[in-house]
């Protein structure tokens, strides 16, 4: 069955960086475009950024536009956000989550992993 | 980027039905039938229910249904159970290629 998993979270100083990793299993990940979303405490979903199938085509959300780097290794099943000049609005659980093959539609999302950026 | 519009609550009886809206612009919910809506229980991930405005994923209930008109897009749920309970998510494509999500609709099974 369809696994993604999300490694890399923590607790981390105000300006600092961070890397988030999604490691997937049970699909051919170089198919599908893939994405981070995250979740504030006790707040609703934002939508952060998106990756094409083969990595040519990436959009990001205002909020973190310049800060975050989305890349993708289809060699390692692997998905990463790197996350630049962290604040403390940015401190959620990052889900990683998969589109529908071909459809502009998520499907299915990992557990998460909670980001907390606090001096 | 601005998120959609959800009210913040929505109740009903067991075996009522109930219907969450979605507004959002002409650069999204107008813009295309991709809107989808996720169900989210508490301290899980989400999970998919409607996408492309009126399909369900194969084993999602057809006690869930979907609609839009013009910017707005509906999430009804008809035969509430008490399972039904969680906290409702609208999202939709946009034209710049983007996604975006509503505030999120907390449904409260009497």
């Known amino acids: 069955q369809v696994q993604l998993v999300e490694s890399g979270g923590g607790v981390v100083q105000p300006g600092r960086s961070l890397r988030l990793s999604c490691a997937a299993s049970?699909?051919?990940?170089?198919?599908?475009?893939m994405h981070w979303v995250r979740q504030a405490p006790g707040k609703g979903l934002e939508w952060v950024a998106a990756?094409?199938?083969?990595?040519?085509?990436?959009y990001y959300a205002d909020s973190v536009k310049g800060r975050f780097t989305l890349s993708r290794d289809n060699s390692r099943n692997t998905l990463y956000l790197q996350m630049n000049s962290l604040r403390p609005e940015d401190t959620a659980v990052y889900y990683c989550?998969?589109?529908?093959?071909?459809?502009?539609?998520?499907?299915?999302w990992g557990q998460g992993t909670l980001v907390a950026v606090s001096s | 980027q601005s998120a959609l519009t959800q009210p913040a609550s929505v109740s009903g009886s067991p075996g009522q039905s109930i219907t969450i809206s979605c507004t959002g612009t002409?650069?999204?919910?107008?813009?295309?039938?991709?809107v989808s809506w996720y169900q989210q229980h508490p301290g899980k991930a989400p999970k998919l229910m409607i996408y492309?405005?009126?399909y369900r994923p194969s084993g999602v209930s057809n006690r869930f249904s979907g609609s839009k008109s013009g910017n707005t897009a509906s999430l009804t749920i008809s035969g509430l159970q008490a399972e039904d309970e969680a906290d409702y998510y609208c999202?939709?494509?946009?034209?710049?290629?983007?996604?975006?999500f509503g505030g999120g609709t907390k449904l409260t099974v009497l």
């Open positions: 002409s650069s999204d919910i107008g813009a295309y039938n991709y």
């Open positions: 990756i094409s199938y083969d990595g040519s085509d990436k």
């Open positions: 492309d405005v009126t």
């Open positions: 999202s939709s494509y946009t034209t710049t290629s983007t996604r975006v």
């Open positions: 989550a998969k589109d529908i093959q071909g459809r502009v539609a998520i499907d299915y």
């Open positions: 049970g699909l051919t990940f170089s198919i599908y475009g």
